[in-house]
């Protein structure tokens, strides 16, 4: 029997009267990489930004590790010391080079030791491929870099899960493989991954399970390979053909 | 009558004008490290979730910025012994220039804060940080550059403002201009002295500022 | 507010009118001495250019409270001329106003592009229809917002009149308060009569920068003297 990681029960997200989740509810175990696809303004990011307390909820309930999420509390600094988040536009602390960007969070909120910070940190540039790129500085790097950085400063606070909120959609088309390809390392390391994406292709090879989020709601998800040769609903169908004609 | 310039006859005066001048930087420098705090605290209130504390510190602002600052100085110089505070002339004098200073130095930082993008706040927040771990390591560092150069501006602005203190007895290098024009009939000596004094003490500052920035900001000058 | 103090309300407005009057003048000659150093800063002869650099930077540099107590107190040893404390301020926050409004004015010029200029040559303009036609047209929707900024600071800075003995707005509020018996309660008054006029006119101003959609914060932003 596999752990629970997450478990989405009933979300509802109202931005105003415009009602952005309505009612999601799914359930992530240890291992798995969750892709989430479907139309842009469908809340897949908006329920990403949920697990960590990056935005309340006006209904039912996120547990992680068996707990509810609650945004507006202090107990929220504890959840979000165990999960990693990536963002589409990197987010890096432009003040900072490359290795301070990974180090800060380490020494400053866990108190880790200085010393023991950096060689992890130099461990996870070598896993990010830029270890040659430790001191710059994120002005002086591509996106594909600063996205890496980023993934490496996310991992070094050894995160139990992982939450990807579209890292390529901001990248120059020639970066964005880079950045797949670190991602596909940390599949085979069998992390907890939670991943927006439009790169459909990524998530038939490494997503153990694809959910197709539209108008706030879960419509389908399964196998993605599955998924991806035969739809079940009309919606999501109709929106893997736009996907896949606009990819050739 | 011809004039005939003569700075011989400000020799005796020059003593009292390395006081003056000493007491313009002081009430200067004292002025700007103090309105540095006290703005700060209003940019945050300007920021704060609480809408009395938003609405307090937008009137200050705009307070001191519409208020001329002999006001300010003649209201702190006669309200505070009334109140039943004594205090010297200069102590008087630095804290209506601190007040003054410190509305525009609210707007100044707050302009850094407004700088520091939001995706800041968001990486800082899902990895952690607490709200002062936050402020310490990630935003001031970023606000302090956006703000540095607007910074040295202002205190050019102070140390011109400081000579509205002669108004309230505090002698410093205008009221030493004054005093010595016209117990000497020398005022266009006096006033050639005193423009200098300012003019350097301006330069120094701004001099000092790019050479500081240069050291301080030696990496990449644009980083976003 | 005491009854005592109502008695004096007309006064202060009259005085405050004298302020408006003051700094009004003051920002027109400004204006023109202002115009006057903006085109020679932008000037092909070089030694024009250096002058009004150095013009521009020692008024910016120096008080004006050192000023005024040349022109008040220094004209009358050095060149015999004695001006009233009226003519006194007026002049030395003038001078002040020339220097930032050179600045106002060449950053307007500045922002009409380099192909105005060229186009309205190649048309056969005139240097005066040039400018009377295609580049002031264009420059004052960048010019007026900012000048709003600088009168409010010229206002504040009359103040300083009353320092040589001019009764203008401040002075008032002085007079008043030692007739009440050295209350500050006047200086309060004062205070709010000063916030409640360049307020009024801050919103002009940022009414004008909404129709013309331009930034004038930051130049208004700095001095507070």
């Known amino acids: ?248 | 009558m011809p004039y005939y310039f003569s700075f011989r006859s400000i020799y005796p005066y020059l003593g009292d004008l390395a006081a003056a001048a000493q007491a313009t930087l002081l009430l200067s420098v004292l002025a700007i490290v103090l309105s540095v705090a006290i703005g700060s605290g209003v940019a945050l209130m300007r920021r704060s979730d609480s809408r009395l504390l938003r609405f307090t510190g937008g009137l200050y602002v705009e307070v001191m910025r519409n208020t001329p600052l002999l006001v300010i100085l003649y209201i702190v110089y006669f309200a505070l012994p009334q109140l039943g505070l004594r205090m010297s002339p200069f102590n008087s004098a630095l804290i209506g220039l601190t007040l003054n200073s410190a509305g525009y130095m609210a707007e100044i930082i707050r302009a850094g804060l407004v700088a520091v993008p939001p995706g800041q706040f968001e990486a800082a927040a899902s990895q952690g940080f607490t709200r002062v771990q936050l402020y310490r390591h990630i935003v001031l560092p970023q606000v302090f550059r956006t703000i540095y150069a607007p910074l040295g501006n202002q205190f050019i602005a102070v140390i011109l403002a400081s000579s509205l203190a002669s108004a309230v007895a505090v002698e410093e290098v205008a009221s030493w201009m004054q005093t010595v024009g016209s117990s000497s009939f020398r005022f266009f000596e006096t006033f050639v002295i005193a423009a200098v004094v300012y003019l350097v003490l301006c330069q120094i500052v701004n001099l000092g500022r790019i050479a500081i920035g240069r050291w301080l900001f030696r990496q990449p000058e644009a980083y976003r | 507010m005491s009854a005592q103090l109502l008695t004096y309300m007309p006064l202060l407005l009259k005085a405050a009118l004298v302020t408006i009057w003051l700094s009004w003048l003051a920002l027109l000659i400004g204006a023109v001495g202002g115009t006057l150093i903006a085109l020679a800063r932008m000037s092909t002869f070089l030694p024009l250019r250096l002058l009004a650099l150095l013009f521009t930077e020692f008024f910016r540099s120096i008080p004006i409270l050192i000023v005024l107590f040349f022109v008040f107190f220094g004209m009358p040893l050095v060149f015999g001329i004695d001006l009233s404390p009226f003519t006194a301020t007026t002049v030395a926050l003038a001078l002040h106003a020339s220097s930032t409004m050179s600045e106002v004015i060449r950053a307007g010029l500045e922002s009409v592009g380099k192909g105005q200029w060229e186009a309205a040559r190649a048309a056969g303009m005139t240097y005066w229809q040039m400018m009377r036609h295609v580049i002031v047209p264009q420059a004052l929707r960048v010019i007026l917002p900012p000048s709003v900024g600088v009168y409010i600071a010229t206002l504040k800075e009359s103040s300083l009149a009353s320092i040589i003995g001019y009764v203008e707005l401040t002075k008032t509020g002085l007079l008043i308060r030692e007739t009440m018996g050295s209350s500050f309660v006047p200086l309060l008054l004062l205070a709010l009569i000063y916030f409640l006029i360049n307020y009024g006119i801050s919103l002009g101003g940022a009414a004008l920068e909404r129709r013309f959609h331009v930034n004038t914060r930051l130049m208004t932003a700095g001095a507070g003297q």
């Open chain 1, 1 to 248: 029997m596999t752990d629970t990681v997450l478990k989405f029960d009933h979300v509802v997200k109202r931005f105003g009267d415009r009602t952005i989740l309505d009612g999601v509810s799914t359930t992530v175990q240890a291992g798995e990489i969750v892709c989430f696809i479907g139309p842009s303004g469908t809340g897949k990011s908006t329920l990403l930004r949920c697990v960590n307390g990056l935005e309340t909820i006006e209904g039912g309930n996120i547990l992680f590790e068996g707990k509810a999420v609650q945004a507006k509390q202090r107990s929220i600094i504890d959840v979000r010391r165990r999960i990693g988040m990536i963002f589409q536009h990197f987010n890096l602390y432009p003040h900072l080079t490359a290795l301070e960007n990974v180090m800060l969070a380490p020494v400053v909120v866990h108190g880790e030791d200085r010393k023991t910070v950096e060689e992890r940190a130099r461990g996870l540039f070598e896993k990010v491929r830029l270890s040659h790129r430790i001191n710059a500085y994120p002005a002086q790097m591509s996106g594909g870099e600063q996205q890496r950085v980023a993934i490496a400063r996310a991992l070094a606070t050894n995160p139990h899960i992982l939450l990807f909120d579209e890292p390529t959609s901001a990248l120059d088309p020639e970066t964005v493989g880079e950045v797949l390809a670190v991602m596909r390392d940390l599949a085979v390391e069998g992390r907890t991954m939670l991943v927006v994406t439009h790169e459909i292709r990524f998530a038939a090879d490494v997503g153990t399970r694809m959910v197709f989020l539209d108008g706030g709601k879960i419509v389908e998800e399964g196998n993605p390979r599955e998924m991806l040769a035969a739809p079940k609903s009309e919606r999501a169908k109709r929106f893997l053909s736009t996907i896949s004609n606009a990819a050739h």
